[in-house]
Nanobody, 118 residues
Framework: QVQLVESGGGLVQAGGSLRLSCAASGFMFRVNAMAWYRQAPGKQRELVAAITSGGSTNYADSVKGRFTISRDNAKNTVYLQMNSLEPEDTALYYC????????????WGQGTQVTVSS
């Protein structure tokens, strides 16, 4: 059974930083691309960042230069380092395995809330 457990969110002032973690289990983590998505109130879920099994990364234009995605295959964990946070980054953040920009698994974790105050 696939499990995705996100953590690390919180309330931070604009310009601050947070590091999100996602612990994955129930599938072959190391061979799958992984991605972070976010969903703000009243908006659709969007891709934030992705990392392939080989470590290549891709970012949404809105977070390029501010966010960094990484993975630790030994721990089955993917991270999202978020710097220079902006109020527009406020959202519920989720991780999932990915194929292209599309989430691989239909089931999602509970997400972790990031709130950036101005």
């Amino acid at each position: 059974q696939v499990q995705l457990v996100e953590s690390g969110g919180g309330l931070v002032q604009a310009g601050g930083s947070l590091r999100l973690s996602c612990a994955a289990s129930g599938f072959m983590f190391r061979v799958n691309a992984m991605a972070w998505y976010r969903q703000a109130p009243g908006k659709q879920r969007e891709l934030v960042a992705a990392i392939t099994s080989g470590g290549s990364t891709n970012y949404a234009d809105s977070v390029k230069g501010r966010f960094t995605i990484s993975r630790d295959n030994a721990k089955n964990t993917v991270y999202l380092q978020m710097n220079s946070l902006e109020p527009e980054d406020t959202a519920l953040y989720y991780c999932n395995a990915a194929t292209g920009v599309v989430a691989l698994f239909a089931s999602w974790g509970q997400g972790t809330q990031v709130t950036v105050s101005s």
